[in-house]
């Protein structure tokens, strides 16, 4: 066991309850994904696991929120809770409160009751977690432990609704211990039906709520600690929705969006893509009543305005982050106060260690397809002033508009082609498709830099800090040996590229119906090597996905469809579970040429492993029937059939 | 501390105690009435290798077999698994012609946690067991979320004198560990409580305060590790490594499998690893027994503790985590495998290391 922390994976020992450690690691600027306006209605966070949908909504539970308050006033995380108005310099304005919907409330449908009792337990089972939260929060905001301190808080009404003193009565209040009572006798009977082994212990089912009580309870009343009151907005962060059936979802959802401005309500869940997840349309409008927080399209496009949260703002986010886990650990292991990303060089031409066995070659191609032609002269003697990894790449580039040019209609006097020429049809795009190219053919590291990793992160917070702590533990190696932990480009490439490897091998152990899901890789990747490898690079810099139109998209989602077409029920449960567990992402609605998409491109961490470029962009469509026709190829290993019959292997 | 299992009986294959004399010393306490011989059949090649055996002894009362049955393979499994699914019923079906069978049947459920509880529920109603005096419960081919709920369900219902139910109770095992490491596992599902077994989990409005948690360690748990560490959160680890093992070094290579899981990411203690007998149940069942007794005590001034058991090992030794986890009603956490596929072997040379065990649970050795 090594004796040196990697704070990038030790990230999964670290407590829920340390304040310090989530807070000062916090990236700041991903408060700006949220919308202004966040108070008043009903915000629906989406995204792909991993994405940081969590944490964003831990930051605003009471224990951080006073850590900020407290101990993190020069850091921007507390200029940004003041601008979003969730902290005064003095104290929290909001009482956040963290309801795990990961819990057993799927489980209540499984009791031997009608539809309408289930959702009346689980509206009640939610009801008595939502308000032992909230006493948990006022507590620990005002300073107490829960429960030790129970008797210091008390709920009282600010409504002169008659209604909701009739809630706090039947919920247990005003008293806090009573209110604790009541949830701990809900608790109890629920959870002992769900757990009863035998049936002499099923008692009878407890009544239902007919709605959610907690919203209005906590709507019309306030905390008193002491006596004082707390004075903050209640806000309710219910997180995994996507744990709960779909009717379940669908009434908490159906609850949430009443308007109650003085109650804030977070709701987050993971994006599915095979799902009429994104309709809206029975939770209400979006902006007035809702908005939706699309935490990957914010990340990879930024936010709709364009100014709240820019494009490309989240990779400096997610820098932000790798810079504040490591510092303190580089300062006290190697003295090193170079930012942890500024210790992966990222010089091209270090790759690049025989010059004399690359260039040669490609410039003798790029050469030999101008065929003499004077036309491309200045192409080629600009290519020659050129130097190292640069030069490699401008001959491949060369090689490939050299081609695009023959193929064009060319000039009727085939006038020599100028260095204006040459830089209108170059493009960032094919340069990286030449870089990749160059790399492939001569074995050469490609994969590393500090933006290379921010992009192999594909906008995932896990993702990317995993692939930091696999950096770091190679940094830990020179640190050991007492050497300053800088890598050079080929340690990175074989890092980076051994994670990559290690995602696709995991795929099976780790992904439901993984091997199917192998399996629509393995095509979209040989899609890709077919397209890449045409001498004109179509589209550069290079296929990483594949595409299915909307309305086959629709097709897919209808039960009766899958019923009639063997492979359909493996595609839509393997391509469920792909988006799900981010091996592809999903863009839906892509519209090009006049036809919608549904647009899958693979995780960037698995381009490493087939070789392929980092840039979105690239993708190829395919029909639906043929999709479906790759779930009929039989999976690599588990295929063949054992080698005996039952019951001759019992013959002992 | 007296724990209920210090004294036991168990029978092995590898043992001069065989199986067949403690179903035949069952079968006599049961005060002559039917023996009942509980199994699933699922893909497991070692689905019917007890049952087999159970049959081929001598009874004086016919037997009688309950069956659990169990959901096909999905597509996603493997051929081989799904191929062996079939032939196992097939042959299940040869080999209990001419006996009573009571079936189990198979209900889809919302929850994974809840498919247990409700066969425990089916196996102790007085109508599945009129009749009965020993229930042996085979566990080879039967998932954890399905044969813990049953055998402590089984225990409950004897310990409490349910009208009718049997106080001769076994649980029988097949191992193989060639076989085990032919199997391999398919995904992997979201960490949740084992049904029945919640202890004080998930009581929101009952702190559970710190939480301890002894993984059963095996090959290839790495995904289920990280998944189970999610859900629960630790305050501390304490693996289990078998040892003594058949193989000595299996303790070091379960290390060197899971260091990175273990050290860099749970943070564990090397002091607070633990080792159990890999071929003796009672042997984990009374390891475990001390640690959330010595946890109880040591944090008894400071603030609650659970000690929550996985098990990601042989059917075995998971046993001692049942006998633990019910004796202390402590939590049993899982995140099995989804689906299944068999590695391209030769089943019937694997076959001739198939080992039986038997372990007496409750009844006449412990009146």
Same mark, same amino acid.
């Given at each position: 066991?090594?004796?040196?922390?990697?704070?990038?994976?030790?990230?999964?020992?670290?407590?829920?309850?340390?304040?310090?450690?989530?807070?000062?690691?916090?990236?700041?600027?991903?408060?700006?994904?949220?919308?202004?306006?966040?108070? +008043?209605?009903?915000?629906?966070?989406?995204?792909?696991?991993?994405?940081?949908?969590?944490?964003?909504?831990?930051?605003?539970?009471?224990? #951080?929120?006073?850590?900020?308050?407290?101990?993190?006033?020069?850091?921007?995380?507390?200029?940004?809770?003041?601008?979003?108005?969730?902290?005064?310099?003095?104290?929290?304005?909001?009482?956040?409160?963290?309801?795990?919907?990961?819990?057993?409330?799927?489980?209540?449908?499984?009791?031997?009751?009608?539809?309408?009792?289930?959702?009346?337990?689980?509206?009640?089972?939610?009801?008595?977690?939502?308000?032992?939260?909230?006493?948990?929060?006022?507590?620990?905001?005002?300073?107490?432990?829960?429960?030790? +301190?129970?008797?210091?808080?008390?709920?009282?009404?600010?409504?002169?609704?008659?209604?909701?003193?009739?809630?706090?009565?039947?919920?247990?209040?005003?008293?806090?211990?009573?209110?604790?009572?009541?949830?701990?006798?809900?608790?109890?009977?629920?959870?002992?039906?769900?757990?009863?082994?035998?049936?002499?212990?099923?008692?009878?089912?407890?009544?239902?709520?007919?709605?959610? !009580?907690?919203?209005?309870?906590?709507?019309?009343?306030?905390?008193?600690?002491?006596?004082?009151?707390? #004075?903050?907005?209640?806000?309710?962060?219910?997180?995994?929705?996507?744990?709960?059936?779909?009717?379940?979802?669908?009434?908490?959802?159906?609850?949430?969006?009443?308007?109650?401005?003085?109650?804030?309500?977070?709701?987050?869940?993971?994006?599915?893509?095979?799902?009429?997840?994104?309709?809206?349309?029975?939770?209400?409008?979006?902006?007035?009543?809702?908005?939706?927080?699309?935490?990957?399209?914010?990340?990879?496009?930024?936010?709709?305005?364009?100014?709240?949260?820019?494009?490309?703002?989240?990779?400096?986010?997610?820098?932000?982050?790798?810079?504040?886990?490591?510092?303190?650990?580089?300062?006290?292991?190697?003295?090193?106060?170079?930012?942890?990303?500024?210790?992966?060089?990222?010089?091209?031409?270090?790759?690049?260690?025989?010059?004399?066995?690359?260039?040669?070659?490609?410039?003798?191609?790029?050469?030999?397809?101008?065929?003499?032609?004077?036309?491309?002269?200045?192409?080629?003697?600009?290519?020659?002033?050129?130097?190292?990894?640069?030069?490699?790449?401008?001959?491949?580039?060369?090689?490939?508009?050299?081609?695009?040019?023959?193929?064009?209609?060319?000039?009727?006097?085939?006038?020599?082609?100028?260095?204006?020429?040459?830089?209108?049809?170059?493009?960032?795009?094919?340069?990286?498709?030449?870089?990749?190219?160059?790399?492939?053919?001569?074995?050469?590291?490609?994969?590393?830099?500090?933006?290379?990793?921010?992009?192999?992160?594909?906008?995932?917070?896990?993702?990317?800090?995993?692939?930091?702590?696999?950096?770091?533990?190679?940094?830990?190696?020179?640190?050991?040996?007492?050497?300053?932990?800088?890598?050079?480009?080929?340690?990175?490439?074989?890092?980076?590229?051994?994670?990559?490897?290690?995602?696709?091998?995991?795929?099976?152990?780790?992904?439901?119906?993984?091997?199917?899901?192998?399996?629509?890789?393995?095509?979209?990747?040989?899609?890709?090597?077919?397209?890449?490898?045409?001498?004109?690079?179509?589209?550069?810099?290079?296929?990483?996905?594949?595409?299915?139109?909307?309305?086959?998209?629709?097709?897919?989602?209808?039960?009766?469809?899958?019923?009639?077409?063997?492979?359909?029920?493996?595609?839509?449960?393997?391509?469920?579970?792909?988006?799900?567990?981010?091996?592809?992402?999903?863009?839906?609605?892509?519209?090009?040429?006049?036809?919608?998409?549904?647009?899958? !491109?693979?995780?960037?961490?698995?381009?490493?492993?087939?070789?392929?470029?980092?840039?979105?962009?690239?993708?190829?469509?395919?029909?639906?029937?043929?999709?479906? #026709?790759?779930?009929?190829?039989?999976?690599?290993?588990?295929?063949?059939?054992?080698?005996?019959?039952?019951?001759?292997?019992?013959?002992? | 501390?007296?724990?209920? =299992?210090?004294?036991?009986?168990?029978?092995?294959?590898?043992?001069?105690?065989?199986?067949?004399?403690? =179903?035949?010393?069952?079968?006599?306490?049961?005060?002559?009435?039917?023996?009942?011989?509980?199994?699933?059949?699922? /893909?497991?090649?070692?689905?019917?290798?007890?049952?087999?055996?159970?049959?081929?002894?001598?009874?004086?009362?016919?037997?009688?077999?309950?069956?659990?049955?169990?959901?096909?393979?999905?597509?996603?499994?493997?051929?081989?698994?799904?191929?062996?699914?079939?032939?196992?019923?097939?042959?299940?079906?040869?080999?209990?012609?001419?006996?009573?069978?009571?079936?189990?049947?198979?209900?889809?459920?919302?929850?994974?946690?809840?498919?247990?509880?409700?066969?425990?529920?089916?196996?102790?109603?007085?109508? /599945?067991?009129?009749?009965?005096?020993?229930?042996?419960?085979?566990?080879?081919?039967?998932?954890?979320?399905?044969?813990?709920?049953?055998?402590?369900?089984?225990?409950?219902?004897?310990?409490?004198?349910?009208?009718?139910?049997?106080?001769?109770?076994?649980?029988?095992?097949?191992?193989?560990?060639?076989?085990?490491?032919?199997?391999?596992?398919?995904?992997?599902?979201?960490?949740?409580?084992?049904?029945?077994?919640?202890?004080?989990?998930?009581?929101?409005?009952?702190?559970?305060?710190?939480?301890? =948690?002894?993984?059963?360690?095996?090959?290839?748990?790495?995904?289920?590790?990280?998944?189970?560490?999610?859900?629960?959160?630790?305050?501390?680890?304490?693996?289990?490594?078998? /040892?003594?093992?058949?193989?000595?070094?299996?303790?070091?290579?379960?290390?060197?499998?899971?260091?990175?899981?273990?050290?860099?990411?749970?943070?564990?203690?090397?002091?607070?690893?633990?080792?159990?007998?890999?071929?003796?149940?009672?042997?984990?069942?009374?390891?475990?027994?001390?640690?959330?007794?010595?946890?109880?005590?040591?944090?008894?001034?400071?603030?609650?503790?659970?000690?929550?058991?996985?098990?990601?090992?042989?059917?075995?030794?998971?046993?001692?985590?049942?006998?633990?986890?019910?004796?202390?009603?402590?939590?049993?956490?899982?995140?099995?495998?989804?689906?299944?596929?068999?590695?391209?072997?030769?089943?019937?040379?694997?076959?001739?290391?198939?080992?039986?065990?038997?372990? =007496?649970?409750?009844?006449?050795?412990?009146?």
């Amino acid at each position: 066991m090594s004796i040196y922390v990697n704070p990038f994976y030790a990230r999964a020992s670290e407590q829920h309850q340390d304040a310090h450690q989530f807070v000062s690691t916090f990236g700041a600027g991903a408060l700006d994904m949220l919308p202004e306006a966040t108070w +008043d209605r009903l915000v629906l966070l989406r995204s792909s696991p991993g994405a940081g949908k969590t944490s964003l909504m831990r930051l605003f539970t009471p224990e #951080n929120l006073r850590w900020t308050l407290e101990r993190m006033r020069q850091e921007p995380v507390y200029r940004q809770l003041i601008e979003l108005g969730a902290i005064e310099p003095d104290r929290p304005l909001k009482l956040g409160v963290l309801i795990d919907l990961d819990r057993d409330y799927r489980s209540l449908l499984d009791l031997p009751m009608p539809a309408e009792s289930a959702r009346r337990l689980f509206l009640r089972l939610l009801d008595v977690r939502i308000l032992v939260g909230a006493l948990r929060s006022a507590l620990t905001l005002a300073g107490g432990s829960f429960p030790r +301190d129970i008797e210091r808080v008390a709920l009282a009404s600010t409504s002169p609704d008659a209604r909701v003193d009739a809630l706090v009565e039947r919920l247990g209040g005003p008293s806090a211990i009573g209110i604790l009572n009541y949830a701990q006798d809900t608790e109890r009977a629920i959870l002992r039906l769900l757990d009863a082994l035998l049936a002499v212990d099923v008692d009878a089912i407890p009544e239902g709520h007919n709605e959610l !009580y907690a919203l209005d309870l906590l709507a019309g009343s306030r905390f008193e600690v002491d006596g004082e009151p707390l #004075n903050v907005q209640p806000l309710l962060m219910f997180d995994d929705g996507h744990r709960l059936e779909r009717e379940q979802r669908d009434t908490l959802l159906g609850e949430l969006r009443r308007r109650r401005p003085t109650v804030a309500r977070w709701y987050s869940e993971r994006f599915e893509a095979l799902s009429d997840q994104e309709l809206l349309s029975d939770v209400g409008d979006e902006g007035r009543d809702v908005a939706l927080v699309d935490l990957d399209s914010i990340a990879r496009s930024g936010s709709a305005d364009g100014r709240r949260f820019a494009r490309g703002r989240y990779d400096r986010v997610l820098t932000d982050v790798a810079r504040r886990r490591a510092a303190p650990l580089l300062a006290v292991y190697a003295q090193e106060h170079q930012e942890f990303l500024d210790l992966l060089e990222d010089d091209r031409d270090r790759c690049l260690a025989d010059p004399s066995s690359v260039l040669p070659v490609l410039e003798d191609r790029a050469v030999g397809a101008a065929a003499g032609d004077d036309r491309y002269k200045t192409w080629i003697e600009d290519a020659r002033t050129r130097a190292g990894f640069e030069a490699a790449v401008r001959w491949r580039e060369l090689e490939v508009l050299v081609l695009r040019d023959q193929h064009r209609q060319q000039d009727l006097f085939g006038e020599e082609l100028t260095d204006e020429d040459l830089a209108d049809r170059s493009s960032s795009a094919l340069r990286e498709g030449a870089a990749v190219a160059v790399a492939n053919e001569f074995k050469l590291p490609y994969y590393f830099g500090a933006s290379t990793v921010v992009r192999l992160g594909s906008h995932n917070a896990d993702q990317f800090l995993n692939l930091c702590g696999d950096l770091f533990a190679e940094m830990l190696v020179d640190i050991s040996l007492g050497r300053s932990p800088r890598l050079d480009v080929s340690r990175q490439h074989r890092v980076l590229h051994r994670a990559s490897e290690r995602l696709w091998e995991s795929i099976p152990r780790t992904v439901p119906n993984g091997r199917d899901v192998q399996v629509m890789v393995r095509e979209i990747v040989a899609i890709a090597h077919a397209e890449n490898a045409k001498p004109r690079m179509p589209y550069p810099p290079g296929i990483t996905g594949t595409a299915l139109l909307m309305s086959e998209r629709q097709t897919l989602l209808d039960p009766q469809y899958r019923a009639k077409h063997p492979g359909a029920d493996r595609l839509f449960a393997a391509l469920a579970s792909a988006v799900a567990h981010n091996i592809l992402q999903a863009d839906l609605d892509y519209s090009v040429k006049g036809n919608r998409y549904m647009v899958l !491109y693979l995780n960037r961490l698995l381009c490493p492993r087939f070789g392929l470029p980092l840039g979105l962009g690239g993708f190829k469509e395919r029909r639906l029937s043929e999709m479906v #026709n790759w779930m009929q190829k039989l999976p690599a290993q588990g295929a063949r059939r054992r080698s005996t019959d039952a019951r001759e292997q019992l013959a002992l | 501390m007296n724990n209920r =299992w210090d004294e036991y009986v168990m029978a092995s294959d590898s043992s001069t105690l065989p199986p067949e004399a403690v =179903w035949d010393a069952a079968a006599a306490a049961g005060c002559d009435l039917a023996t009942m011989y509980v199994l699933g059949v699922g /893909f497991d090649p070692r689905s019917l290798v007890g049952l087999q055996r159970f049959l081929a002894s001598d009874h004086r009362v016919s037997p009688v077999i309950g069956v659990v049955e169990l959901p096909p393979p999905s597509q996603a499994s493997g051929l081989s698994a799904r191929a062996l699914a079939i032939d196992n019923q097939s042959a299940f079906e040869a080999l209990v012609g001419g006996h009573e069978v009571r079936r189990i049947p198979h209900e889809d459920v919302h929850s994974r946690a809840n498919a247990g509880p409700r066969v425990a529920r089916a196996l102790t109603a007085p109508e /599945f067991v009129s009749g009965i005096g020993a229930l042996l419960i085979d566990i080879s081919s039967l998932p954890a979320s399905l044969y813990f709920p049953m055998v402590a369900a089984s225990l409950s219902a004897a310990d409490r004198g349910l009208p009718g139910f049997p106080q001769e109770i076994q649980v029988i095992a097949c191992e193989n560990p060639e076989i085990d490491a032919a199997i391999e596992k398919l995904g992997v599902s979201d960490a949740a409580i084992v049904g029945g077994f919640r202890g004080s989990l998930e009581h929101e409005s009952d702190p559970t305060g710190t939480v301890i =948690w002894a993984p059963v360690l095996g090959e290839r748990a790495g995904p289920a590790l990280q998944a189970i560490h999610n859900l629960l959160a630790p305050g501390d680890v304490c693996p289990v490594l078998p /040892f003594p093992a058949r193989n000595p070094r299996r303790g070091d290579e379960l290390v060197l499998e899971h260091q990175v899981v273990l050290f860099d990411e749970f943070r564990v203690n090397p002091a607070s690893i633990i080792y159990a007998d890999e071929r003796n149940p009672f042997d984990l069942y009374r390891t475990l027994s001390r640690l959330q007794d010595d946890f109880r005590h040591a944090l008894a001034e400071l603030e609650p503790a659970t000690v929550v058991l996985s098990t990601h090992t042989s059917k075995l030794l998971s046993l001692g985590v049942l006998l633990a986890a019910f004796e202390h009603r402590l939590p049993i956490v899982a995140a099995p495998a989804i689906d299944y596929e068999l590695a391209d072997v030769d089943l019937t040379a694997l076959g001739s290391s198939n080992a039986l065990t038997c372990v =007496w649970l409750g009844g006449t050795p412990y009146s």
